[in-house]
């Protein structure tokens, strides 16, 4: 078991005040892989306080010195790679190359931040004001409370706090109960390592049935300037309406019903490898992951038999080992829930072409099914696990209406030799983010990142996250004195 943790909140390690911890479980193992302290309302108020205290001077700090910083930290990532495949194995059931993943995209989401502090914010306006000069400027709005999820928590826990930081704002992480010390406490560790100052970022851990509550003293704080929530489209329906009620823009990057869809036009060798990653990187458990896979009626049936015959060859177990692809998901219970969906599915017409049955622990196998009903509740909820239904479709006015038939709207991918056929295609699909012959799941720190409907709303990454932690203020300078009627 790793050693114990505590609240990081001014940059000092501390005890809950109530002196409460929590069991950070592994889920291939079940047993504790570290406890946390369990912070309560008190806590919340202490992180805040200490972000409060720091900004002023963060704001202040010319923006040379904040790049030093993130260009140090992203070193740092990629030197601690070892201990990030060790830490995502344990507590998370990560594999190697999905830990070896988040360890580039976060250090390049470091980088991304780097480059934003000194990149031009703002604008210069016309103005009817003779001799005037008038400017559109961003500058930081203060602390931020950021929720970092654990599915991808390297990736995602410095997500959620680099673009906030480059803007001049401080930050208070609230961790995930499941991930605490990837997406939260390694990460504010590894940026106090690279300088950053005392209080700039605090992290609060806390115990699964204080969750709500931890939630609400963080969003209510008058301090906190700013929301961004990567989760679940349940919780993040009550943290948006949290931000709503206190008057505070959110940032929300939620759950998906993705697509991976093969055109008549498709690479099949190249269709299938793709669908695969699409689905069953990470056990299914990125917000990307493809549910459906929609096939053209012409090479369905080729296009099935190699994908369930490549799904079945997928090495599974001990996310400790090498060659290990599909490892356990996060818990007992969601391994269980995949399994109830697949149970629901296959008593309303579905057939399994490969995998269903029930888990082992934590540990799903990789599923395939085609003829998904529409009642099944597989049709309708994100899977978050390693199922994918396959269907076909006869033309490009079918496909569209199948891709778009879900009220989530985050990632697509469209497989096609075709680049034109692709581009018409992907016009007409409801998505934040879709890519042209290439699969669903895909993250670059300069790109706009983020969903639609109940995928969310706001973007991370580039220009636009600096957009979203910063506030945009009308200045004029008038190099003239007014003439006024009185």
């Known amino acids: 078991m790793s050693p114990d943790r505590d609240l990081l909140i001014g940059g000092k390690e501390i005890p809950a005040a109530s002196g409460r911890t929590t069991a950070d479980i592994g889920p291939w193992t079940g047993e504790p892989h570290a406890r946390v302290a369990a912070a309560g309302p008190e806590d919340v108020r202490a992180a805040v306080d200490a972000a409060d205290a720091a900004f002023a001077e963060w704001a202040a700090l010319e923006p040379f010195a904040r790049r030093n910083i993130f260009l ?73 409370a950021a929720f ?44 106090r390592d690279a300088g950053l100052p005392y209080g700039v970022l605090n992290v609060i851990t806390n115990d699964k049935a204080d969750a709500a509550d931890i939630a609400r003293e963080l969003v209510a704080d008058p301090r906190v300037r700013a929301v961004n929530f990567t989760g679940s489209t349940g919780v993040g329906r009550i943290i948006g309406t949290l931000a709503a009620e206190h008057l505070k823009p959110a940032v929300l990057e939620l759950g998906g019903k993705n697509a991976v869809i ?59 080992l090498p060659g290990t692809v599909i490892g356990p998901l996060v818990d007992e219970a969601a391994a269980r829930r995949v399994a109830d969906l697949v149970t629901d599915a296959v008593g309303k017409g579905a057939r399994v072409l490969t995998g269903g049955g029930r888990p082992q622990g934590a540990l799903h196998p990789a599923t395939v099914l085609t003829d998904l009903p529409e009642s099944a509740e597989l049709h309708r909820v994100e899977a978050f696990g390693p199922v994918v239904s396959v269907r076909a479709f006869s033309d490009d006015d079918e496909v569209v209406a199948l891709a778009n038939d879900t009220e989530h709207g985050l990632s697509c991918g469209i497989l096609t030799e075709n680049g034109t056929h692709g581009l018409k295609v992907a016009r007409r699909i409801r998505t934040g983010i879709v890519h042209v012959n290439d699969q669903s799941v895909g993250d670059e720190p300069q790109a706009p990142f983020g969903g639609f409907a109940a995928s969310g709303y706001g973007r991370f990454g580039g220009r636009w996250g600096i957009e979203s932690f910063s506030n945009t203020r009308w200045v004029t300078l008038s190099t003239e004195h007014s003439p006024y009627p009185f």
Do not use: Y
Not at 73 to 89: H, N, S
Not at 116 to 138: C, F, H, I, K, N
Not at 263 to 292: K, P
């Open 148 to 191: 970092a999820p654990w599915n991808a928590p390297v990736i995602l826990g410095t997500r959620a706090v680099a673009a906030p930081l480059a803007a001049g704002n401080t930050v208070v992480v609230k961790a995930s109960e499941d991930a605490p010390i990837a997406c939260g406490l390694f990460v504010a560790d590894l940026l």
């Open 72 to 144: 140090r930290a992203a070193d740092l990532m990629e030197e601690r790679g070892e201990q990030v495949v060790e830490l995502m194995a344990g507590e998370v059931g990560g594999t190697r190359d999905w830990a070896l993943f988040n360890i580039g995209v976060a250090a390049g989401a470091l980088r991304e931040a780097a480059a934003a502090t000194t990149a031009p914010r703002g604008d210069v306006l016309t103005t009817q004001e003779p001799g005037g000069l008038s400017l559109a400027v961003r500058e930081p709005l203060g602390v931020v």
């Open 262 to 320: 093969v055109l008549e036009d498709a690479d099949l060798d190249h269709a299938v490898n793709a669908a695969t990653f699409a689905a069953f990187m990470n056990s299914g458990q990125i917000c990307m992951c493809a549910d459906r896979v929609l096939v053209h009626s012409s090479l369905v049936d080729e296009f099935t038999r190699r994908f369930a015959e490549k799904v079945a060859g997928l090495p599974s177990g001990d996310p400790g």
